[in-house]
């Protein structure tokens, strides 16, 4: 280019000069030439700066970029021109703008490297160089992928970095009918179109998403190649209704804290006897012959029992005892009574066999194994499921602890109590005989859909479900090189149902082990290859801890002002001109901002193919009812 042809552009691209400098607010006094909406240039129109467009400051061999927040108007004091003139020369255009980043060998960079001068020129950004400001992919370590086109510049397409999105924490949010699940459903649509065929990525990129409403459990949603589980608590089937069950094996339930969680186990008496039943659990499980030694413990605390001197206690622990053994079944195909044959002696205080005065128990021990009670044991099986069988050896344990008085009856009773109650809830949705093989080994995508599921197992299950893939992607990253490879993203829309900080529905310590669970996973999961995405319609209402750790977001229209703030204090980065934009943000149009963008950028969502569009859409109230 001569330098006339550069003085010429220079000339048109020039808007003004700046005035003022506030650290990273800038303000530039507009040429009265440059105050209307279009400039022309080589015979082509040119679309003048506006808020929410972007300028460059020249300083020297430096140049920096910022974004117009906002604009005034003031009269010209100065102005005197007697003669006939055009408005815009009698006012002083002022535009107030914020620094972003810079360039350094014509590629944008974002932060503050130095600051302009009073009177450095203001110019409009050339096509090379808005393409610069918004091209976000790294040609160089990484892949584009379209999700959209600017907002503001309709043609101009968006394009994220593959790993620079896929590997990251990824919020979503916005208010209900705002466009947030079509866009979680367009990022994984589009991952899936480009990489579904590559044999490396079925092998190595594994996907678990949780669906609360049923959104995207349909056979194509996303894509076809999935694995979907329907779980349901309801009590019977419906025609055609397709149950599934998550297999999760013995392994993953019997754990101190997930058991206290679903017994609402009290930190300080509770929670240590179910510490101590899950070692008398793994100490019978690492027998030789783990049926025998159960059996022989129940027989041992049948002898403690009819030997007590103490009615009460006794009878409670007998009961106990009943509930562990199988029904006796007499020979006319009644149900017996295990205890029919032997009776209490008041005067005595103890137990004998029935109507033989003289055969007390605690004087003839010998005569114990001769009681259908004692009997009965050699019947016993283990329990097929877990939860059942974790139980048994609740109340053995509970036997032992009130015998010896290291326990109250009415002090931990109601634990098992409330482990029974969800035991049927359990045995609906939970394959606990599965084999402790990869859930992934068939498909590398899995959802989960929670749709028929009640509430109380719908805060649950997540947990579950994360818990024990987080901690066998941990195990095998240590343990195979070529599995280290793997990387693992956890997908939960409607995220605010477990992640609630706030929820006055459970109990503080299930709260605080949820809340750990996730927040470990996002703060320590990235060395291992996991990644969580979560969508939500309150971020207020999310740990602050986890919304902070998030990489990259996307924000689509946020009404409530909580929500707002809890946005702005999270992403230091946003601009102020997108926080206030976020209110009025039209349906499936987002703030994208964040590590894999330089600059927030306000994007509307690309299509997704109908066959694979999430089941979200708001009924058509006229069409349903004329």
């Excluded at 139980?391 to 634990?415: C, G, M, R, S, W």
Aim: a negative charge; hydrophobic letters at 35%; one cysteine or more.
């Amino acid at each position: 280019m001569s330098n006339d042809q550069q003085t010429l552009k220079d000339s048109i691209f020039k808007i003004g000069r700046v005035i003022s400098v506030k650290g990273r607010l800038v303000e530039v006094r507009v040429d009265k030439t440059k105050n209307t909406s279009h400039l022309l240039y080589k015979g082509e129109l040119l679309k003048n700066i506006s808020v929410g467009g972007y300028v460059k400051i020249i300083k020297g061999f430096t140049k920096i970029v910022g974004k117009v927040k906002g604009e005034r108007v003031e009269e010209d004091k100065y102005f005197s021109g007697k003669d006939y003139k055009s408005d815009k020369e009698k006012v002083n255009r002022t535009l107030e703008i914020e620094l972003l980043g810079f360039f350094q060998n014509n590629n944008f960079k974002r932060g503050i490297k130095e600051l302009p001068l009073i009177d450095n020129e203001c110019f409009l950004l050339e096509n090379r160089e808005f393409d610069e400001v918004h091209d976000f992919v790294d040609s160089k370590k990484d892949e584009p992928l379209n999700i959209g086109t600017l907002t503001l510049e309709k043609g101009q397409k968006i394009n994220v970095g593959v790993n620079s999105l896929f590997a990251s924490h990824i919020g979503i949010f916005g208010n209900t009918g705002s466009g947030k699940s079509y866009t979680l459903a367009k990022l994984y649509r589009e991952l899936f179109k480009k990489y579904q065929e590559k044999e490396n990525f079925k092998k190595n990129a594994h996907f678990l998403l949780v669906d609360f409403n049923g959104e995207y459990s349909t056979e194509k949603c996303i894509t076809e190649s999935k694995k979907v589980y329907n779980l349901s608590t309801k009590e019977e089937a419906e025609e055609g209704d397709n149950r599934d069950k998550f297999p999760l094996n013995e392994n993953d339930l019997i754990n101190i804290e997930l058991i206290s969680i679903l017994a609402n186990a009290t930190d300080k008496t509770q929670k240590p006897f179910i510490s101590r039943s899950i070692k008398f659990y793994k100490q019978v499980q690492e027998s030789d012959v783990p049926l025998d030694f159960f059996k022989n413990t129940v027989k041992n605390r049948v002898r403690d029992i009819l030997q007590m001197s103490d009615k009460n206690k006794a009878y409670i622990l007998a009961d106990y005892i009943k509930t562990i053994l199988p029904k006796l079944i007499e020979e006319d195909g009644f149900e017996g009574d295990l205890m029919d044959d032997i009776d209490w002696h008041n005067q005595s205080q103890g137990f004998r066999i029935r109507g033989d005065n003289g055969t007390f128990f605690d004087q003839h021990p010998e005569k114990i194994p001769e009681t259908k009670l004692f009997k009965q044991v050699d019947q016993y099986t283990f329990p097929e499921d877990v939860i059942s069988k974790l139980i048994h050896f609740l109340y053995l344990q509970l036997i032992y602890d009130v015998y010896t008085d290291k326990a109250q009856n009415e002090h931990i009773a109601p634990a098992i109590n409330k482990l029974r109650s969800k035991k049927h809830d359990i045995e609906k949705v939970l394959n606990t005989q599965a084999e402790a093989d990869d859930i992934f080994s068939e498909n590398n995508f899995i959802v989960v859909n929670l749709y028929d599921v009640n509430l109380e197992m719908k805060k649950t299950l997540p947990l579950l479900f994360a818990r024990k893939i987080y901690a066998e992607h941990k195990s095998k990253r240590k343990t195979d090189t070529e599995e280290a490879k793997i990387s693992l993203n956890i997908v939960i829309d409607e995220a605010h149902n477990i992640l609630s900080k706030e929820s006055v529905r459970e109990a503080e310590s299930w709260k605080d082990y949820r809340l750990e669970t996730f927040e470990e996973i996002i703060k320590e999961g990235r060395k291992f290859g996991v990644f969580l995405t979560i969508a939500s319609q309150r971020p207020a209402d999310i740990s602050a801890t986890i919304i902070s750790q998030l990489h990259n977001y996307f924000l689509h229209r946020l009404i409530n002002n909580n929500d707002i703030i809890a946005i702005e204090r999270t992403i230091s980065y946003l601009d102020r001109l997108s926080v206030e934009s976020m209110s009025i943000l039209p349906t499936g149009t987002c703030i994208l901002a964040g590590i894999l963008a330089q600059i927030p950028v306000i994007v509307d969502i690309g299509q997704i193919e109908q066959e694979y569009e999430p089941d979200n859409k708001t009924p058509e109230l006229i069409k349903n009812w004329s």
